[in-house]
């Protein structure tokens, strides 16, 4: 009997929700609305209902499912309950316990940085791989650690938080953790923003960005354009960056560090200079891993989350 899984992405405005068979391929893909409101008590609830809409639909019995993944943005304890999940308005909630019982089918959950790591390292840009780091370069810093092909959530669900390692004493102002000098702060799009816009202001240096507002992607089509200024940043950028990851590649010994997140989307330049500064502070046992870009884009997460229920 064939048997099938479903990978659920949980964001703050949709959820993304993927079909899969246990040999991981994709056969549908949908999403539905993330009902926030009244404490996102509505959440699980609609997920419920949305996947025995589908098994319904294709005319299956619950005991062709192997199983449910589920992804949420925040920590994710072992036993699969978290104590808070800021934009979905979660306080504590037993995920695990709640789909199981809405469901009655075995139900497993993780981090969504955490999904998109495993799902790169099984379909994506570390597929063949069975030890990486997983960095999401958007607004935030995301992260996941697998080895031996097995994600490291740690003992409160906070493994691979590698963009609130402290990367700097230059800020002043406090990350949206509470903490002052995260790397989230000068390596993420926003964050390379803020480094760029401290530039700025340090000379009168020549730069298409200034006098205008720029986002990350302006500073990379900057980079790109041969803009010296632009370039400083993201030296600077690939400073924080490189350093940090080499600390996090001597406790985990990773072949391979998977670059994702919408600011990958710049490419391979992004790539040269995270590698420039990883290799001038990496151990030497770890000087050589490699590097590569995401491949499974918004997919990541889905795959990540059928994954941990196989």
Request: glycine share 14%.
């Amino acid at each position: 009997m064939k048997k099938y899984c479903f990978g659920i992405d949980i964001g703050g405005t949709t959820v993304k929700c993927g079909f899969f068979n246990t040999e991981g391929d994709l056969l549908e893909k949908w999403e539905i609305p993330t009902r926030t409101e009244e404490n996102g008590s509505r959440i699980l609830p609609d997920i419920a209902q949305t996947i025995n809409d589908k098994i319904a639909e294709r005319g299956l019995d619950k005991g062709e499912i192997e199983g449910i993944g589920i992804d949420v943005p925040g920590p994710v304890h072992e036993d699969g309950h978290v104590d808070f999940a800021v934009n979905l308005h979660w306080g504590v909630v037993d995920i695990v316990g709640e789909m199981e019982k809405l469901t009655g089918i075995r139900t497993k959950a993780l981090n969504d940085a955490n999904a998109a790591a495993l799902g790169e390292c099984w379909k994506g840009g570390g597929a063949g791989y069975h030890n990486l780091i997983m960095v999401t370069l958007g607004t935030g810093i995301g992260g996941g650690i697998v080895i031996n092909d097995k994600v490291i959530a740690g003992a409160h669900g906070a493994g691979g938080e590698i963009g609130h390692g402290h990367a700097t004493e230059e800020l002043t102002e406090p990350c949206n953790c509470g903490n002052v000098g995260c790397l989230e702060q000068v390596a993420s799009a926003t964050g390379i923003v803020r480094l760029a816009k401290m530039r700025l202001e340090k000379d009168d240096k020549p730069s298409v960005l200034r006098g205008r507002n720029f986002s990350a992607k302006d500073i990379w089509d900057a980079v790109k354009a041969g803009d010296e200024v632009a370039d400083e940043i993201a030296e600077k950028f690939g400073f924080y960056l490189g350093r940090e990851l080499s600390i996090y590649t001597v406790v985990s010994d990773p072949q391979l560090i998977v670059i994702g997140g919408g600011m990958s989307k710049a490419g391979t330049v992004v790539l040269d200079y995270i590698q420039k500064y990883y290799r001038q502070y990496a151990f030497a046992a770890c000087k050589e891993v490699e590097f590569a870009l995401a491949t499974l884009g918004n997919d990541a997460g889905i795959y990540g989350a059928a994954k941990v229920v196989l």
